[in-house]
């Protein structure tokens, strides 16, 4: 456990009020509280974030398995969950899944779609709220074209100024590109991996494809 986060913790008012605080925040949630032993990877994850931001402007990071059903979703937003909660910063997630994204969620107010077609609408987003939930939507878009984009470079610098951190839930990262055009430009990418289910050579081959568009 890194000094910084001891000391957010004290602030915080310790183990069980951040506790209390997480089950509030599920209360209204997408996904249910993860267990004792899954919550303590994500502080460790939450861990390493802290480690790379620099403390001052927001930061974006990109969540993605190497092939569909690794529990991209729940992991991302568990830990932005645990961010928003432990550092009572606002903490943005966005569904950036192209090819599945999360049906429960309605399109309503700014999505990410519609993001990527007028950054401006960034300004709409409203406060208040420690997590922010911004669903996929279903405007028509070529993603490849507008990831790539000054659009999308736009959006992550309304994002960085309006959020602490932007999490954004990416497509697998063998079946598309887009996770590595969503993290490029970002702080970096987390790779979900689930224990015992795909042969290390396929999660390498995965690691690869990210590291070739410079990818961290």
């Known amino acids: 456990m890194s000094k910084i986060l001891d000391s957010v913790k004290i602030r915080s008012g310790g183990e069980d009020e951040i506790n209390l605080r997480l089950a509030n925040l599920g209360r209204r949630s997408l996904f249910p509280l993860p267990h004792e032993r899954q919550r303590r990877e994500f502080e460790n994850i ?3 974030l802290m480690n790379l931001h620099d403390g001052h402007s927001g930061q974006t990071v990109v969540f993605a398995s190497s092939v569909k059903g690794e529990g991209t ?7 932005a969950r645990f961010l928003s909660v432990i550092f009572d910063r606002s903490v943005a997630w966005i569904d950036g899944n192209f090819r599945s994204p999360q ?3 309605q399109s309503e107010g700014v999505d990410f779609r519609s993001l990527l077609l007028d950054p401006d609408l960034v300004r709409e987003i409203p406060e208040g709220d ?7 939507g279903t405007a028509p878009v070529k993603s490849t074209s507008l990831l790539t984009s000054e659009n999308y470079l736009r959006v992550l610098k309304g994002l960085q100024d309006k959020f602490f951190f932007t999490v954004i839930d990416g497509p697998p990262i063998l079946d598309t590109v887009d996770s590595g055009h969503l993290a490029q430009p970002a702080m970096g990418l987390v790779l979900v991996v689930e224990s015992r289910r795909l042969d290390r050579e396929v999660i390498r081959h995965g690691i690869q494809s990210v590291r070739s568009n410079n990818v961290n």
């Open 46 to 48: 939450t861990n390493a």
């Open 130 to 136: 420690a997590l922010h939930v911004i669903p996929h």
């Open 103 to 105: 049906k429960k969620l």
């Open 73 to 79: 979703s729940f992991v991302s937003y568990n830990v």
